[in-house]
Structure formats: structure tokens, C-alpha cells
């Protein structure tokens, strides 16, 4: 059974920092794409950022661009969202997924999806 993992959600002032995990585990993720998207009230899943398991490609989102950065632990099975400068619009749940994208922003192209993780930033 593959499981995803969210943490590191919470409640930040406007310009301070989070740092979201994601554990995988149920099988091998190696030549998988691993992302993050988001979703906030009243409106559509959006892609934030992806890294592929192997090689270690990134892309992000226009809007996070400079101010999150993706990254990976293969030892632990671990992928991290580093948040900096946050934004009263970066408020949203924030989701983990897994798969073999073709496009990775689209998110009807990955298969795994964690539970998701609440950031807040007041303003």
C-alpha cells in the first residue's frame, strides 16, 4: 500500500517560513515525479512545484519562483517544500503526490496523493 505523508503545517506571520515533508513509503519511487500542489478555499488544485526521484529536476510554479525551493532525501524516502517570504496567498491545504507525469503541473497525471497539510499566513 502506498502511503503519503504530509507534516510541517501551521500558522505563520506574513514573510516567515515553512517547511513541509512528505514520506513516502509502499514502494519504489525511483523514476517517479514527486510534487506538491495546493488548494484554498473556493478554488482549484494548483501545482506548486515537482522533483524527479532520480536526476533531481525541479520546476515550480511562476507564483512560488525564488521563494520555495523542492528538494529530496532518498535515504529517507522524504521529499521537503521549503517556504520563505510567505504570502497571505500561500494559505492553503497542501497536498503530496506521486506518479509518472507527462506534464508535471497537471495533477490528473499522478496516482498517489497524501491527506494534505494546512498552511496558514496572516497578514
Known amino acids: 500500500q502506498v502511503l503519503l505523508v504530509e507534516s510541517g503545517g501551521g500558522l505563520v506571520q506574513a514573510g516567515g517560513s515553512l517547511r513541509l515533508s512528505c514520506a513516502a513509503s509502499?514502494?519504489?519511487?525511483?523514476?517517479?515525479?514527486m510534487a506538491w500542489f495546493r488548494q484554498a478555499p473556493g478554488k482549484e488544485r494548483e501545482f506548486v512545484a515537482a522533483?524527479?526521484?532520480?536526476?533531481?529536476?525541479?520546476y515550480y510554479a511562476d507564483p512560488v519562483k525564488g521563494r520555495f525551493t523542492i528538494s529530496r532525501d532518498n535515504a529517507k524516502n522524504t521529499v521537503y517544500l521549503q517556504m520563505n517570504s510567505l504570502k497571505p496567498e500561500d494559505t492553503a491545504v497542501y497536498y503530496c503526490?506521486?506518479?509518472?507525469?507527462?506534464?508535471?503541473?497537471?495533477?490528473?497525471?499522478?496516482?498517489?496523493w497524501g491527506q494534505g497539510t494546512q498552511v496558514t499566513v496572516s497578514s
Open positions: 522533483i524527479w526521484w532520480s536526476g533531481g529536476s525541479t
Open positions: 503526490a506521486a506518479g509518472l507525469p507527462v506534464i508535471v503541473a497537471a495533477s490528473s497525471n499522478y496516482a498517489y
Open positions: 509502499g514502494r519504489t519511487f525511483s523514476g517517479y515525479a
